[in-house]
């Protein structure tokens, strides 16, 4: 076995930037204990972990890939597309993030509301306070529920209201599938279909990579053996790179936590290969 390949790799792994609890600083830690030779930092629509985590990155002697998870819209149904190696600094990343960020707000409001309107009483000053400089997401709203005893358990907060379908869902993210492609191509990064197995059309894989998807993620905590090997296979059929991890989320997430899924480094290595021949 080459050296790349025995080196592990956790390509998929939430802060408290997003909806984890975790900071950066602890994931770094966990990541050096685990022994990881390389992370990537994708929190949900936002890259500000980013500079503390560049900071960590050396003094853990780990490396970091540079990411974000992307939400976006498909028929009503919400998608994420990963981006790696995306310029942080960007001032077109942060024009762009920064309108997610207001539409995101504008619909934990909406979703606020509509808990109101059923009777499920939510101070919407005290939410934002509690969301803080975090991406609003639903499981604050989940986790405001569960701290006023309005649900039992996170699981029953998303079951009872905040799934889609339940009286306090809100559809409603910026981009098609395509757009989110978009904007981390013209971030410099290189965009992977999330968790493509969590998708209820199948055949929208298919139509995902012909709208420019550079790879797909298929190594995830849950996914069947079955479903590895059928993307692993049209991975190779469209010429695409592989991803995986553990899309820790802290202590929010049990079943999985940093270091839980990984990849050999020669799959990052494949990704700066493809980055440099785009340039
Ligand atoms: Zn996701
Ligand atoms: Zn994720």
């Known amino acids: 076995m080459s050296e790349s390949a025995r080196q592990l790799c956790d390509l998929h792994i939430h802060s408290n930037f ?8 602890s994931i770094f830690k966990q990541a050096k204990e685990k022994n990881l030779h390389c992370i990537a930092i994708t929190d ?6 980013i500079p503390l985590a560049r900071d ?18 498909h028929q009503g149904l919400e998608i994420h597309v990963l981006g790696y190696f995306v310029d942080s600094d960007s001032l077109y990343l942060k024009k762009q993030l920064d309108s997610v960020r207001d539409i995101r707000r504008q619909r934990m409001l909406d979703m606020a509301k509509a808990l109101n309107a059923i009777g499920v009483e939510v101070d919407i000053k005290e939410l934002l306070e509690a969301i803080g400089m975090a991406m609003p997401t639903r499981l604050h709203l989940g986790l405001y529920l569960l701290g006023k005893g309005k649900v039992a358990t996170l699981w029953e ?3 009872k209201y905040l799934a ?3 009286p306090a869902y809100v559809a409603g993210f910026k981009y098609s599938v395509k757009d989110a492609i978009e904007v981390i191509k013209k971030s410099g990064g290189l965009s992977f279909l999330a968790h ?3 998708i209820s059309n199948q055949a929208w ?3 995902f990579i012909d709208f420019g998807l550079d790879g797909l993620e298929i190594n995830y905590s849950n996914m069947s053996p079955v479903k590895k090997i059928l993307y692993t296979q049209m991975a190779s059929e469209h010429n695409l790179l592989k991803s995986g991890g553990s899309d820790a989320h802290g ?6 936590q940093v270091g839980k899924v990984t990849v050999p480094y020669e799959w990052v290595q494949a990704m700066k290969g493809r980055l440099e021949r785009k340039k």
């Open 56 to 73: 960590c990155t050396g003094r853990y002697g780990v490396q970091l890939i540079e990411g974000l998870e992307l939400s976006a819209q």
């Open 164 to 166: 889609p379908g339940r």
């Open 18 to 25: 997003s909806d984890s609890d975790a900071d950066i600083e």
């Open 44 to 49: 949900h629509d936002t890259v500000s972990g």
């Open 205 to 207: 894989v298919k139509e």
């Open 251 to 256: 202590s929010y997430k049990e079943f999985t």
């Open 157 to 159: 907060a998303f079951k």
């Open 196 to 198: 493509p197995h969590m």
